[in-house]
């Protein structure tokens, strides 16, 4: 089976008992590292994440230009090292991010 394929089997099955912050940021990381495509491998990534995070009822993970280089380097380490945490709290903080704004917006137009 290619590793589009398996990857497609696994991710969109949903998250299950998972957390959905952990399972959308786990498929990106594992999208990322088979590269399937010659261009935009990082902006199909980065909206799968989000699709799954919205799928889940959570904000899309808004990363920061100023976090940049952690949101690279995180993800870097998760393809290179069995552990995800350090990408996963990059996205659980893009996400976060992102639901502070909604709250804010919702807050400042409430009646």
Do not use: K
């Amino acid at each position: 089976m290619d590793l589009i394929a398996a990857w497609a089997i696994s991710y969109t099955r949903g998250a299950g008992d998972q957390n959905p912050v952990a399972f959308a940021a786990h498929a990106q990381i594992v999208l990322a590292g088979i590269h399937p495509f010659a261009d935009g491998n990082g902006r199909t990534c980065h909206l799968v994440n989000n699709a799954l995070l919205l799928e889940n009822h959570y904000p899309p993970a808004l990363y920061s230009l100023t976090a940049r280089s952690a949101y690279l380097s995180a993800l870097q380490r998760a393809q290179g090292h069995p552990d995800p945490a350090p990408f996963i709290t990059v996205t659980a903080t893009a996400t976060e991010g992102m639901l502070d704004r909604w709250l804010h917006h919702a807050d400042a137009n409430a009646p």
